[in-house]
């Protein structure tokens, strides 16, 4: 499966922005999806994850309340919805595929990976 994300872009603290990952393959709903996050000089760190099957979600600590994940296996898709973003949001967004995943955290589960999306949040 091969995986693009889009939706970035310059936003003011405070405000939203709608992230997709889009998938090519047929297989598109065995897999689960995360969205992960990488910051200058810092390791890649999980933000949210849906599962292939039950579609459980989980989120880090850090977004919870503010971002939702959500998924559209017709279209291939899986969006991350972020409200209230903070400076400390911003970073280049990756999206990762993990075949028959329950929506790990660790960035080691997962096999397939988009070309990451920036996201600059200023204060």
């Known amino acids: 499966v091969q995986l693009q994300a889009s939706g970035g872009g310059l936003v003011q603290a405070g405000g939203s922005l709608r992230l997709s990952c889009v998938a090519s393959?047929?297989?598109?709903?065995?897999?689960?999806v995360g969205w992960f996050r990488q910051a200058p000089g810092k390791e890649r760190e999980f933000v949210a994850a849906?599962?292939?099957?039950?579609?459980?979600?989980t989120y880090a600590d850090s977004v919870k309340g503010r971002f939702t994940i959500s998924r559209d296996n017709a279209r291939k898709t899986v969006a991350l919805q972020m409200h209230s973003l903070k400076p400390e949001d911003a970073a280049v967004y990756y999206c990762?595929?993990?075949?028959?995943?329950?929506?790990?955290?660790?960035?080691?589960?997962?096999?397939?990976w988009g070309q990451g999306t920036q996201v600059t949040v200023s204060s």
């Open positions: 849906i599962g292939w099957r039950l579609r459980s979600t």
């Open positions: 393959g047929h297989t598109f709903s065995r897999y689960a």
């Open positions: 990762g595929a993990d075949a028959y995943g329950m929506g790990e955290s660790s960035p080691s589960e997962y096999d397939y």
